[in-house]
Each structure stands twice: as C-alpha cells, then as structure tokens.
C-alpha cells in the first residue's frame, strides 16, 4: 500500500472515527509493517466487546503487546481458544512473568495445532530464572535449565560465541533450501514431524572440492536449528591403545545425545571412515564398525543428533555409511558459480577500505572454478598490495582494481584437480547414480 493511500485512509479514520472496520485495515496494516508506534495512535477506542472475531481481536492484543501495553493486550485474547490465540497468549503471559500460565497456554496450542511449534518460545518457557543479590547492586538474572547448577550458572554470564547462519554463507541457495527442508524443519518442529512418524536427526554427508563452503555451511546449519555444534577433529578419536580410538567415539556420541538438539561435524571423514577392504589394520575395520553402530545401533538414540560428515574424496568412504539411517542424505557441494562468487566477493569486501572503481562483478565474471577459498586468498592479496602501498605512501591507500587484476594474475582456480578426478569417478564409477550431481554440474560448467 502506498503512502498517499495510507494517508488517504487515515484521513478518513480522522473524518468517521467510529468506523471500526477502517480502524482495523489501519491496524492490520501498521502491524505488518511492525510499526506499532503508530498503530498504537489507534488502539484506545477499541473495546474486546466490540470485537467479534478472533483474528482482530488477536491484531489488536498483537498491537498492545508491542507497544509495550501487556496487561491490555491480555485482555483481548484472555478468552479465546483458538490455537493462534492460545500461543499469542503464551508469548504475552512469560512477558508478565506469568511462566506457568504461559506453559499451559503454549501446550494447548501446540496439541491443538503442532505446526505453530516454536522451539525459541518453548526453550524460553521451559527456562527458570535465578537471581543473584549482590548488598548495594540490583538483582542479576540468569536464565537456565532446570538441570542447571551453581558453576554452570556463571559459565552462563558470559558472553556466547559468535553464531553462524545461511546468512554468512554465500551463493549455495539450491543447497540451502534443500537442507532447510531436509534438516531443520524437522528441528524446529518436532511435534508436527513424529505426527507424520518423521524423526529429527540423521546423518548427511557432504562432498566436494576443497575450500567450497562444507565445514561453513556444517556451522550454518547449526546455526539455524539453534543447536550445540561440535567439531570433530581427527586427533580427537584416533589413538595409539587398541580399543581407546572406539571408546572416545563412544564418548562423543553419548556427549552430543545428552545436548540434543546437538550437531556432530566430522572433517575428512574419509580418515575416520575410510573403506575396511583397503585396509590392513584390523583397529581400522573396528574403528568403522564402531561408526556404524553409534549411528544407527540397537542400543542407541540419536533423536535430536544430526551427524554431518565432510570429505573431498567420497569415493574412499566406506559404503555401509550411505545405507539409509546413516548418511542417507549425500550433498554435493559444487565451486561457485558466477552469482554465487558475486555474493561472496561482498561478503569478504563488507568493512574493508574499498575504492569506488572495484566491481565484484567483474571480479566474479573472471573467477571461474575459483572456490570460496580461492576468492579469500584473492581478497587477501590484493589487500597485501593496498597495505603496502599505503605504508609506501604514509597514508591509508583503498584496495582498487588495478590491485585486483594484480592478484588475478597470481592466483589460479584450486578446484580443476578435483573435478578432473570427480569426472572419472563420475564416468566409470556411477553405478549407483550417486555422482549424477557431479556429472550435471561438468555438462553445465565444465569444457573437454
């Protein structure tokens, strides 16, 4: 809706102030826009009585809410049964402070309706609040677990780590998608996924040339389901006693099934992993069939615990992880292409000394094969150039394209190697079809 139109309605409002239905067009409109300041301007006239259905009188309680005005917007949904106002309801109920009124209230929406789940609402009702008195300071609240104790408490207080989501990621949009759809629906609600006997969790692996985005988009993902994230590095399985390699695998499963929603990232899996007929050391076949059964054994419960497993050779992986309940789910992650590398050029440009003249297009255009890596190492040398020519000079110097077709003439594309191989895999060694992603993106990019 335009602003002239907007302003046309609002004259009007001002001509037939008890026109309700014109009010409550304004209102639905402000509160899409989330600007409550003004739809505040219009809320006072309007009665819970004068309402008659549930829906305007859940956009009034919305507008209160927002405006900071709890207590009025209770009022408009307070007795309402439907399961969009029962979770609106909630949501005003923890503002108040009213926690286990907000509990019940969530739960009847939920077993009315299971896809409006909120995992972000349910971890906040499910929390307690503790307050630490100090003599001369306020009170201090930390919000926690109901398994929460003293030392963890203070281990709350301080501040977390930086989280990553598809947001940090450029270009990788079709696997984006089909990792919100796969991975973190079934995340962030549950309910609605065991109604239809789906379970969250899993394993999916992802393959691709190196430096392409697989252990970013592994932290991603972790990021957009609000899960522990925990990477897992070679040295922290192998180990020289027979036995001990099996035990701290154990180890870390057990670990991540205790913090579900959790997800368990194996770089180079193909170390861990790696096919038993090539191998001449019995540990090694245990080490892979100890794998195996934590993923998908008879004792074990991976419900919440999403397996991630990154490698640059698939084919070295042994196959019994591509059976479905392991890596079922097998993702190959592709080079760049142009739009893909325009997105990450910006991003690594984002806050740097840019001059006018540098043109991530044109820089995207003449990457081609360059992996995410590849176009870091060209940020960073060009960089190289402008740091020196500015202590050269005594001033600050901005990064320009004449630094740019610089570090293009030094840097070439790290992913042809790979490819080469891939297509021979992908030519005799597809009986499965599981390459079928390999050999489109070689029809659709690749030459000879």
């Keep these: 809706m335009t602003g002239d139109m907007t302003t046309d309605l609002m004259s ?22 989330e600007d409550f300041a003004t739809a505040a301007q219009l809320l006072e006239p309007i009665e819970t009585e004068t309402l008659k259905n549930a829906a305007d009188r859940r956009v009034v309680a919305t507008c209160h809410y927002r405006s900071g005005s709890a207590l009025q917007a209770l009022s408009f949904v307070e007795a309402d049964d439907e399961p969009e106002s029962l979770l609106l309801k909630a949501r005003i109920l923890l503002s108040l402070d009213r926690r286990d009124e907000a509990r019940n209230a969530y739960a009847s929406a939920i077993g009315a309706n299971s896809a409006l789940e909120d995992q972000n609402l349910k971890r906040d009702l499910d929390a307690n609040v503790r307050a630490f008195n100090k003599e001369g300071r306020p009170a201090l609240k930390v919000i926690s677990n109901d398994d929460t104790d003293e030392s963890e408490v203070l281990r ?3 501040p977390a780590e930086d989280k990553v989501t598809f947001a940090d990621v450029g270009g990788l949009d079709a696997v984006k998608k089909q990792i919100h759809r796969k991975i973190i629906l079934p995340f962030q609600k549950p309910s609605l ?10 394993g999916i692996l992802l393959y691709g040339p190196p430096g392409c985005g697989k252990t970013l988009l592994a932290r991603a993902t972790a990021g957009e389901v609000d899960a522990a994230f925990f990477s897992i590095a070679i040295a922290d ?6 036995g ?9 499963f057990e670990k991540a099934r205790q913090q579900a929603p959790a997800v368990l990232f194996f770089d180079e899996i193909e170390a861990l992993g790696g096919k038993r007929q090539y191998t001449r050391e019995a540990t090694s076949s245990k080490l892979v069939s100890q794998f195996l059964a934590e993923m998908d054994g008879f004792a074990q419960d991976n419900h919440g615990v999403l397996i991630l497993g990154a490698t640059n050779v698939p084919w070295a992986v042994d196959p019994a992880f591509r059976r479905p309940g392991r ?6 992650i592709p080079p760049p292409d142009e739009a893909a590398r325009n997105a990450i050029l910006n991003l690594l440009l984002a806050d740097r000394p840019i001059a006018a003249d540098v043109n991530p297009k044109f820089l ?13 190492e060209l940020v960073e040398t060009a960089v190289d150039e402008a740091i020196e020519e500015s202590i050269d000079q005594g001033r600050e110097s901005p990064v320009t394209q004449a630094h740019f077709k610089a570090a293009l003439a030094d840097r070439k594309a790290t992913t042809l190697e790979w490819l080469t191989t891939a297509r021979n895999y992908a030519r005799y060694s597809n009986e499965s079809g599981q390459y079928d992603e390999v050999l489109a993106f070689l029809k659709q990019h690749g030459r000879g």
């Design 237 to 242: 399985v192998l180990d020289l006693y027979i």
């Design 12 to 33: 009007a409002l001002e001509q037939t102030p008890g026109n309700l239905e014109l009010r409550m067009v304004l209102l639905r409109m402000f509160c899409e826009r």
């Design 244 to 252: 001990e390699s099996e035990r701290k695998l154990h180890a870390i």
């Design 156 to 158: 709350l207080l301080r």
């Design 327 to 332: 890596f079922d789910r097998v993702v190959f």
């Design 193 to 202: 996924f065991q109604r239809f006997k789906k379970r969250a969790g899993g």
């Design 364 to 376: 995207s255009a003449r990457t081609s094969g360059f992996s995410g890596a590849d176009l870091l």
